[in-house]
C-alpha cells in the first residue's frame, strides 16, 4: 500500500478502535449499575419475592452486557485461567436419558482397531410441558344367572364426584392459582400446549367447589392456632372489585401465625374488606369467654390496640422500630442512626446465638446478655432525644422507640416471644407477588376463598410439604374423613400415605 492508503487505513482503525472504546465504556458502566443492583446490600424497601423478580432480570441483562463486551473487547494474548464454580449435581431421583456420542469410525488411520479407554459425560437439565393422562375406571358388572343378582363394586368418592379432574389435577390448578400466582386464564394456555384446553370458566367452578370442600380444613387449623399462647399478626392491602362502584376499592388479607420458636408450624390468612380492628378482634373471638388472650406480636397499627383492652398482652416488633434507623441511615448517611444501628445489632446478636435453644436457655440467656444491651440502647435514646429538634425524622424515629419501649423489651422477660415480627411478614409477603397477578380479588367470597386455600398452602411449607402432594392427598381423603378426625389432615400434622 502507498502512502495515502496507509494513512486511510490508519484513519480507519482509529475510528474503529474510538467506537470500540466508547462502547465497552458504556457496557461497562451498564454492568457496574446491574452489578450494584444485584449485590450491593439491599435497602429494606426491598422484600425477598420482589428482589427475586429483579433477579431474573438483572442475571439476563449481566450475561448480555457480560457477551457483548467480550465480543468487543481485544482478545489478550495469554488469558489467566479462572476458576470455575463447582456446580451441585444433579439429582440422582431424576429420570435420565442417555445420549451416546461415538466417533463415526473406530479403525484408526493407520489401520489398527482403537479400544475405548473411557469416557467423558456432561449432564444437562431437561424439561417437557405437562402432559395429560387418564384415569379409566372401570367397573365390571357381575350378575347371576339364577337369582339374577347383579354385583358391582362403588367408585371411591372424589371431592367432586360428578366432575372429571381428579385429586392430582384439582390440587395442580389450586397450587398454580395460590401459590405459583397463576391465574385461571393463563393455566387455560398452558393447559391448552398440553394438548386439552380446560375453559377458564370450568377452572373457576373446580376452585369453587374446592374452596367449600377444604374450608372445614381451615376451621380446624384456626381454632388449632388459636390455643397457641404466641401469635404473630399482619396484614397487607389487596385489591377487591366494587360492582356497584365500577372500580376497585381497597380490601385486607390478615395473617396470623404461630412462632418460629413453636414446633407446629401453621399460618392462616383472612380476608376483609377493610383494616379496621374489628377484624382482628372478630378472628381472635372477641368479645366472649372463649375469645383468645395470649400475647400478641405485631406492630404499631392503631387496629391492634382495642385488642390490649380486652386482656391481649402486647408484643412489640423490634425489627419496626430499627427500621426506621435504618432508613434514616441509608437515606442521609446520618451518624445517630448509625449508632443507633449498632445498639439495635447487639440486641440481634443474642437472638441469633440462642435461636436454637429451649424456652428457658433463652430466657436466661436474655436476661444475661440482652437486657444490657437494651438498658444501653434505651439510656443512649432518652440522651440524644434531648439533643434532637421535636419535629425531625431523627426525632420521630426515637419517639417510636420511647413510646413504646415496654412492649418492644417484653420478649427479654419471655423465652416464648420473638423479637420482632418478621416471621409473619415473610409468609404475608408472597402476596405482594400474587396480588400483581391476580390483579384484584372478584367478591369477598373469592378472597376468603382465596385467604383459606393459601392457608393450607403456606402451612404446608411451612412444614416441609410439598403443596402439590400435600393438597393431592388430603383432597382424595377428605371425602370419606370422619370429622372427628379431621386434624389429621391439618398440614402440621399430616401424614403422606405410601405411595404419595
Excluded at 339364577?146 to 384439582?170: F, M, N, S, W, Y
Excluded at 380446624?220 to 388459636?226: F, I, Q, T
Amino acid at each position: 500500500m502507498d502512502a495515502a492508503q496507509l494513512r486511510e487505513l490508519t484513519a480507519r482503525l482509529l475510528t474503529e478502535a474510538k467506537h470500540k472504546d466508547a462502547v465497552i465504556e458504556k457496557l461497562t458502566h451498564e454492568n457496574a449499575v446491574l452489578k450494584r443492583l444485584k449485590f450491593a446490600a439491599q435497602s429494606e424497601r426491598f422484600n425477598a419475592e420482589q428482589k427475586s423478580l429483579l433477579d431474573e432480570t438483572l442475571d439476563a441483562d449481566l450475561q448480555a452486557v457480560a457477551e457483548e463486551t467480550e465480543h468487543l473487547a481485544p482478545r489478550a494474548a495469554a488469558p489467566r485461567e479462572r476458576q470455575q464454580a463447582k456446580r451441585q449435581p444433579l439429582p440422582v431421583s431424576l429420570p435420565r436419558r442417555e445420549v451416546r456420542h461415538e466417533p463415526a469410525s473406530t479403525t484408526c488411520a493407520c489401520g489398527c482397531q482403537m479400544k475405548r479407554i473411557g469416557e467423558d459425560v456432561a449432564e444437562k437439565l431437561d424439561y417437557q410441558p405437562g402432559v395429560f393422562t387418564v384415569e379409566r375406571h372401570v367397573r365390571g358388572k357381575w350378575a347371576c344367572a339364577e337369582c339374577e343378582r347383579l354385583v358391582q363394586a362403588p367408585v371411591a368418592a372424589h371431592i367432586i364426584d360428578k366432575g372429571i379432574p381428579t385429586a392430582g389435577l384439582l390440587a395442580q390448578v389450586l397450587v398454580a392459582k395460590y401459590a405459583d400466582h397463576l391465574p385461571l386464564y393463563r393455566q387455560e394456555t398452558i393447559f391448552g400446549r398440553a394438548g386439552f384446553a380446560i375453559p377458564r370458566s370450568t377452572l373457576a367452578q373446580w376452585v369453587g367447589s374446592a374452596g367449600v370442600q377444604l374450608q372445614p380444613l381451615v376451621d380446624a387449623m384456626r381454632d388449632d392456632l388459636l390455643r397457641r399462647r404466641v401469635l404473630h399478626a399482619d396484614e397487607t392491602p389487596v385489591a377487591m372489585l366494587d360492582p356497584g362502584a365500577g372500580k376497585t376499592k381497597r380490601a385486607y388479607l390478615w395473617s396470623y401465625c404461630s412462632t418460629s420458636f413453636d414446633r407446629d408450624r401453621l399460618v392462616v390468612f383472612d380476608f376483609a374488606e377493610g383494616r379496621a380492628g374489628r377484624h382482628a378482634m372478630e378472628f381472635l373471638g372477641h368479645p366472649g369467654e372463649q375469645a383468645w388472650r395470649g400475647a400478641l406480636v405485631c406492630d404499631d397499627y392503631a387496629g391492634y390496640k382495642a385488642l390490649f383492652a380486652q386482656g391481649i398482652t402486647e408484643a412489640g416488633c423490634l425489627a419496626h422500630a430499627r427500621r426506621k434507623f435504618h432508613e434514616l441511615w441509608a437515606n442521609h448517611k446520618s451518624t445517630l442512626a448509625e449508632q443507633a444501628l449498632a445498639l439495635f445489632a447487639r440486641l440481634y446478636e443474642v437472638e441469633r446465638e440462642i435461636a436454637d435453644l429451649p424456652a428457658d436457655e433463652r430466657l436466661r440467656l436474655r436476661q444475661l446478655k440482652a437486657r444490657p444491651a437494651a438498658d444501653a440502647l434505651h439510656a443512649w435514646l432518652l440522651a440524644q432525644r434531648q439533643k434532637v429538634p421535636p419535629g425531625s425524622a431523627t426525632a420521630k424515629a426515637m419517639d417510636y422507640s420511647i413510646a413504646r419501649w415496654s412492649a418492644l423489651v417484653r420478649y427479654i422477660d419471655d423465652g416464648d416471644l420473638p423479637a420482632d415480627n418478621n416471621w409473619v411478614e415473610n409468609q404475608i409477603r408472597p402476596i405482594a407477588i400474587g396480588r400483581n397477578n391476580w390483579l384484584f380479588a372478584g367478591s369477598l367470597r373469592a378472597g376468603k376463598r382465596a385467604a383459606a386455600i393459601m392457608s393450607l398452602v403456606h402451612s404446608a411449607k411451612l412444614n416441609a410439604h410439598e403443596p402439590h402432594a400435600y393438597l393431592k392427598d388430603v383432597m382424595q381423603r377428605l371425602p370419606t374423613q370422619p370429622a372427628s378426625r379431621i386434624g389429621e389432615l391439618l398440614p402440621h400434622r399430616w401424614t403422606p400415605q405410601p405411595g404419595c
